[in-house]
């Protein structure tokens, strides 16, 4: 996990931007990137009103 200080909107480009980042969440003033290309879950803690998103094109969905 890598964690960098960012608004909710700017998260999931953060996240694109982070070469190996597939998940992200928001909370707290801090987004918290992930690395899981085969889309499985990650368990973190998230409370009401965090953002939570995933990038498509970097998720083995089987293929």
Do not use: L
């Not at 597939?22 to 918290?32: A, K, N, P, R, V």
């Amino acid at each position: 996990m890598t964690t960098k200080s960012s608004s909710p909107e700017q998260c999931g480009g953060v996240c694109i931007a982070q070469s190996g980042c597939t998940h992200f969440s928001h909370g707290h003033g801090t987004c918290f990137m992930y690395n899981a290309p085969n889309g499985k879950a990650i368990d973190h803690p998230v409370e009401p009103g965090w953002v939570c998103g995933y990038i498509p094109d970097r998720i083995n969905w089987g293929r």
